[in-house]
């Protein structure tokens, strides 16, 4: 077997490199990895960025050029970019998938293990809200904030405000609008720990940074990769068969267990015993509990 370390291809909106953001969501991997940086945005002159501007029916999405710049993109534009920047992942090196980008809203057709920023962010909320808890969402534009709905999310009691990353003022004022707030979840990749912070001292509540989510479920979907009796797979995948946990790297993804199923080649009636499996093993109800888990344990090892 290799000891070549596992390839992750990370998808950001952007242009790339972006380095902090990469940084963060490896610093406390366990196993060393490959990293790969592709930006949807990579190779485009300031004009052709200019011409993915949103028109004024269109949804929006922020994100950073080149030079560290703040710019506002067309949604179903930027989508398609970032569809074009998969398809460039090399098949032949088995790599891993992060999608850091939580304003998508959508999925993408990927024959590789992979991690979606903005189903990651829906499963933790989902599982946090099925406790029945009341949820705080920060994102970065009043548009999503105001007329944009998560329709994972639909059926959960959530409150939503707009504040950039980075502006102190507009952090301050959402952490305090937020703080009758349980949990209050910071719902893009690009807000950084100093946010977090300015958010929690407002709020006085328990802040989820999105980054933070997306590493632990990257730290599953690698755990999955260990080499036979490595101990750096946490206990909690002890016991699984080898299908089991073909299966546990594929639920973080929201898929169904007919898109499983076709993932893996088997029949949806085996990938619900298989989740029936998993789950009573785990002591949990659903993949949201799952997500929560997985991020719950990485809290308690480092703060999320």
């Not at 930006?39 to 999405?61: H, K, M, R, Y």
């Not at 098949?91 to 980008?101: A, E, T």
């Not at 101990?231 to 898929?255: F, H, I, K, N, Y």
Request: charged residues 20%; aromatic residues 4%.
């Amino acid at each position: 077997m290799s000891n070549r370390p596992t390839a992750v291809y990370f998808l950001t909106a952007g242009q790339s490199p972006r380095p902090d953001l990469i940084a963060d969501v490896t610093r406390a991997l366990p196993l060393p990895i490959e990293a790969h940086e592709i930006g949807a945005l990579d190779g485009l002159s300031p004009a052709a960025i200019a011409a993915l501007a949103p028109t004024e029916d269109e949804a929006q999405i922020m994100t950073f050029d080149a030079g560290g710049q703040w710019i506002t993109l067309s949604k179903p534009r930027l989508a398609a970019r970032m569809a074009a920047a998969l398809a460039q992942v090399p098949v032949d090196q088995r790599p891993l998938v992060v999608i850091l980008s939580t304003g998508l809203l959508g999925d993408f057709d990927t024959p590789f293990p992979t991690v979606n920023a903005q189903r990651a962010l829906e499963s933790t909320i989902s599982a946090l809200a099925e406790m029945g808890e009341q949820i705080g969402i920060i994102q970065p534009l009043p548009h999503q904030a105001a007329y944009e709905a998560i329709p994972a999310l639909s059926s959960y009691k959530v409150e939503k405000i707009a504040a950039r990353m980075g502006d102190r003022t507009a952090l301050e004022q959402a952490g305090r609008a937020l703080s009758h707030c349980a949990f209050i979840v910071l719902n893009a990749v690009s807000y950084s720990a100093a946010d977090a912070d300015i958010v929690r001292a407002a709020s006085g509540r328990r802040v989820l940074l999105a980054r933070k989510i997306v590493a632990s479920a990257l730290q599953l979907l690698l755990s999955t990769r260990r080499a036979p009796g490595s101990d750096l797979a946490p206990d909690l995948l002890s016991g699984l068969t080898p299908r089991q946990r073909q299966v546990l790297l594929l639920m973080p993804e929201g898929l169904s267990s007919k898109l499983i199923a076709r993932r893996l080649g088997i029949s949806p009636k085996t990938v619900e015993i298989h989740r029936s499996q998993i789950m009573r093993r785990l002591n949990v109800r659903s993949a949201h509990e799952l997500i929560f888990l997985i991020a719950a344990q990485r809290s308690a090892e480092g703060g999320i």
